[in-house]
């Protein structure tokens, strides 16, 4: 079963705003990690959140962790064109043993910035 | 570095017969990931790898799917019959450091993409 549920399910916005995506799940983690996927190609990795973290920053994104209410969010701001795809949250297992270091995806949100 | 290579990029086949994907993950990584990805979902894991042992594969359909990692470096993913319900994307991922809490993040490829008609 997949573990991240993110919201919304698709989101378009205009070239220059901000777009907010929400993931939360429902088991502990050990991190939390946020992917884009254009189009036809693979998942690219963005960033990366570790349980004892509540925020951090690469560029244009924002990524938040509010363990207690087991959700994050992504932010990205002054969205472009470019922006346009899909954007998953991933969460991997808190626990020890090794089946629970693996990587389970949410159903991601589809992004769609208009220039 | 080179990123993560596989092949055929589309297959197109008929329901109960048999097809095979192949992967080449970046050169060193330990860990190597097979996910299935149905149109407007997000990838589901198959099979993990760590070196040329599996990790987990209680997602793998063991009575039509299989897979192997010779020598710990190519992969191939077998699906013989094939169903309907195996249209998707087939994406190899791998990362650096065997399973664990490293912390460390995926890198996938561009996936083939099956049609089962």
């Known amino acids: 079963s997949q573990q991240g549920e993110e919201d919304p399910q698709a989101l378009s916005i205009q070239e220059g705003e901000n777009a907010t995506m929400n993931c939360s799940y429902k088991?502990?983690?050990?991190?939390l990690q946020w992917y884009r996927q254009n189009s036809g190609r693979g998942l690219v990795h963005l960033i990366l959140i570790r349980s004892n973290e509540r925020e951090k920053h690469s560029g244009r994104l924002r990524v938040t962790l509010d363990t207690s209410k087991k959700s994050s969010s992504l932010l990205i701001t002054a969205s472009r064109a470019a922006d346009t795809a899909s954007y998953f949250c991933?969460?991997?297992?808190?626990?020890?043993?090794?089946?629970?270091?693996?990587?389970?995806f949410g159903k991601g949100t589809l992004l769609t910035v208009n220039p | 570095e080179a990123g993560v290579a596989q092949s055929p990029r589309y297959k197109i086949i008929e329901k109960r017969q048999s097809v095979a994907f192949w992967c080449n993950p970046i050169s060193g990584h330990a860990t190597l990931y097979w996910y299935q990805q149905i149109l407007g979902q997000g990838p589901k894991l198959l099979i993990q790898f760590q070196n040329n042992g599996v990790v987990d594969d209680s997602q793998l359909p063991k009575d039509r799917f299989s897979a192997e990692r010779l020598k710990g470096v190519d992969s191939t993913l077998k699906i013989q019959p094939a169903k309907l319900e195996d249209s998707a994307v087939y994406l190899c991922?791998?990362?650096?450091?065997?399973?664990?809490?490293?912390?460390?993040?995926?890198?996938f490829g561009n996936g083939t993409r099956l049609t089962v008609t």
């Open positions: 991933a969460t991997e297992g808190g626990n020890s043993g090794g089946s629970n270091y693996k990587l389970t």
């Open positions: 991922a791998s990362s650096s450091h065997p399973v664990g809490p490293y912390n460390s993040p995926l890198h």
């Open positions: 088991t502990s983690i050990n991190n």
